[in-house]
């Protein structure tokens, strides 16, 4: 492999993200009449913001509209996203180095553009990623993977010169179907299937070395 390009997931993967969702949803559902455990909320991880609504919908037995009114409030008002308070403390200076090595980097998230941008303003990362797509940029949402074949097209990169980073379930098998080399970032806190990827770092410091030896071939 001649390494010339990495696309990364953005939550859980470069922000501690899924621990804020599953609290918080886990914590306005209970207002609806919700009694169940913590753990039913996990289900919601990797999935586009249409699922999650599908999902608590079935939790709370709340119309898709009365699902995603109370989900705004809650997130959006009470207690919105601080992206960085959440952002891994290595991923700055990992992706920054990433960039020096000369490696196109792309971001594909199923969060909407307007988080994309906010994630990147409020982090500092402007300048960063070459391309970013949101489900807004797609037609099938991970598995499927559409999103990382599209990035790759923008980045004009075969599928042998990139690496996947992912860390939810879906994320990975969209990039196993990619037929991308997928890196898994790991997490033991929500039951997250992440056997299917192809390698697994704890967080992207492991990344450095192997990146440093496979970028030249």
Do not use: H
């Given at each position: 492999m001649?390494?010339?390009?990495?696309?990364?997931?953005?939550?859980?993967?470069?922000?501690?993200?899924?621990?804020?969702?599953?609290?918080?949803?886990?914590?306005?559902?209970?207002?609806?009449?919700?009694?169940?455990?913590?753990?039913?909320?996990?289900?919601?991880i990797g999935t586009t913001i249409d699922v999650t609504y599908e999902i608590l919908a079935k939790l709370t037995n709340l119309s898709i509209s009365e699902v995603a009114k109370a989900n705004d409030a809650y997130f959006n008002n009470e207690n919105p996203?601080?992206?960085?308070k959440i952002?891994?403390?290595?991923?700055?200076?990992?992706?920054?180095?990433?960039?020096?090595?000369?490696?196109?980097?792309?971001?594909?998230?199923?969060?909407?553009?307007?988080e994309i941008?906010?994630?990147?303003n409020e982090c500092g990362l402007e300048g960063i990623f070459d391309v970013t797509l949101g489900f807004e940029d797609i037609v099938l949402a991970k598995p499927n993977p559409e999103i990382y074949l599209?990035?790759?097209?923008?980045?004009?990169?075969?599928?042998?010169?990139?690496?996947?980073?992912?860390?939810?379930?879906?994320?990975?098998?969209?990039g196993i179907n990619s037929n991308v080399y997928t890196f898994v970032r790991k997490d033991y806190r929500f039951n997250i299937d992440q056997s299917a990827g192809n390698a697994f770092i704890d967080n992207l410091n492991d990344l450095i070395e192997w990146v440093r030896s496979n970028i030249n071939g």
């Open positions: 001649k390494l010339q390009g990495i696309l990364f997931d953005m939550d859980g993967t470069l922000i501690d993200s899924e621990k804020y969702y599953v609290e918080g949803t886990y914590e306005w559902i209970q207002r609806y009449g919700f009694n169940g455990e913590i753990e039913e909320v996990y289900s919601i996203l601080n992206y960085a952002i891994y403390p290595e991923v700055k200076k990992c992706l920054k180095e990433f960039k020096d090595m000369g490696l196109k980097l792309a971001l594909c998230t199923s969060s909407s553009r307007k941008e906010r994630f990147i599209k990035a790759l097209d923008k980045l004009d990169l075969d599928v042998d010169e990139a690496i996947i980073v992912e860390d939810s379930k879906e994320g990975i098998r969209a």
